[in-house]
């Protein structure tokens, strides 16, 4: 659990620094431009890292599902190499799905003053700058997001029924409470991201509000990366013992 937990702070830290600091400066100062070739890099990289949670946030929902339906072979199913190759998995597949829809954007000519209206280059809203009719592309693009969002949901959804099925059986309450509390903060984190990724990425462009858009993206940019932390890390005994203890010297 600890090694994809790892995986995902330093995933969480990147695509946090993908956008927050070019909305700092614009925030700062009266220049809020960005040129074509950091628009495209921002593009690539935070799809990258977005679709890379998709994959990771399944793989630790299957390290969730052995840990509780499975608990006697978990050491024997959760091998280190076996941990490390689905981290590669999730990183690669997360690097290919970027390298489509930007490849598939950056085909694409753009009309007008080149405005967003938006804190950072997102695909919905820079679709709306393309010159020819989008719909063939936006075909190929919704099939990559249905891969990479839609696919992932339904696995998690499927462990978690599992999950439930066995966590029901279990007679002592404290059992439950236990496994219970092991899949809460997973859980948490998946509703947050996959809520407000799929509401952005699932919807066609004709109907995409962009002042609804950029709150939205707010959530699975910088608002979710930055509770990840304090979801898990709380739900730890030691962690809260020691925040206690800070707590209590702060007062003395």
């Known amino acids: ?33 960005i040129t074509y070739g950091g628009c495209v890099a921002q593009l690539f990289i935070s799809l990258a890292l977005g ?36 981290a590669a998995i999730s990183w690669v597949g997360g690097t290919m799905n970027s390298l489509v829809q930007a490849g598939l954007m950056m085909a694409m000519p753009l009309c007008g003053l080149h405005q967003l209206n938006h804190f950072f280059c997102e695909m919905p809203v820079l679709l709306k700058l393309a010159c020819e009719d989008t719909q063939g592309t936006e075909v190929k693009m919704f099939v990559a997001r249905v891969i990479i969002l839609v696919v992932p949901a339904a696995l998690i959804l499927t462990s978690y029924v599992h999950i439930a099925r066995a966590v029901l059986k279990v007679n002592s309450i404290a059992g439950r409470r236990k496994a ?27 109907s995409y509000s962009q002042s609804e858009g950029k709150f939205v993206a707010l959530f699975y940019t910088i608002i979710t990366p930055m509770l990840n932390p304090l979801i898990y890390t709380l739900r730890n005994k030691d962690v809260k013992g020691a925040l206690r203890k800070v707590l209590w010297k702060g007062r003395d």
């Open 1 to 33: 659990m600890y090694f994809f937990l790892c995986h995902l702070s330093f995933l969480d830290l990147c695509y946090t620094t993908s956008t927050v600091p070019q909305l700092l400066i614009h925030l700062h100062g009266p220049d809020r431009t």
């Open 51 to 86: 679709s890379t949670e998709c994959v990771l946030l399944v793989v630790m929902a299957f390290d969730r599902y052995t840990a509780v339906c499975r608990p006697l072979h978990y050491l024997t199913i959760m091998h280190p190499r076996l941990c490390q190759a689905l």
């Open 180 to 206: 219970f509390g092991t899949c809460g903060s997973h859980l948490l984190v998946v509703s947050l991201f996959y809520g407000s990724a799929i509401y952005t990425y699932l919807q066609p462009t004709s």
